[in-house]
């Protein structure tokens, strides 16, 4: 069975900056695009970044050049570098990969929460 774990989520200041990780764990053969979402109170998830097996990255307009998505794929993890914390950044942040298993499915994490706030 295939898991993803977050974690680094906090509370931080405004201006800060937070690291978080996902841990994909399990019967894994390959795993494809990963990425970070986000949700806010009484709002929709929306998508912050994503990046594919080759490394190409793509951002939400509202996170460009303040976050840095990347990865490990010989620890099977992916990082989000958050930088330049603003309170409308506070949600709940979920990891999101594409994992070929023993079929090709998209898992989620169950979320780690980011405060910003003073």
């Known amino acids: 069975q295939v898991r993803l774990v977050e974690s680094g989520g906090g509370l931080v200041q405004p201006g800060g900056s937070l690291r978080l990780s996902c841990v994909a764990s399990?019967?894994?053969?390959?795993?494809?695009?990963m990425g970070w979402y986000r949700r806010a109170p009484g709002k929709q998830r929306e998508l912050v970044a994503t990046i594919t097996s080759g490394g190409r990255t793509t951002y939400a307009e509202s996170v460009k050049d303040r976050f840095t998505i990347s990865r490990d794929d010989a620890k099977n993890t992916v990082y989000l570098q958050m930088n330049s914390l603003k309170p409308e950044d506070t949600a709940v942040y979920y990891c999101?990969?594409?994992?070929?298993?023993?079929?090709?499915?998209?898992?989620w994490g169950q979320g780690t929460q980011v405060t910003v706030s003073s």
């Open positions: 399990g019967s894994i053969r390959s795993i494809y695009t």
């Open positions: 999101n990969a594409a994992i070929l298993a023993t079929s090709r499915l998209v898992y």
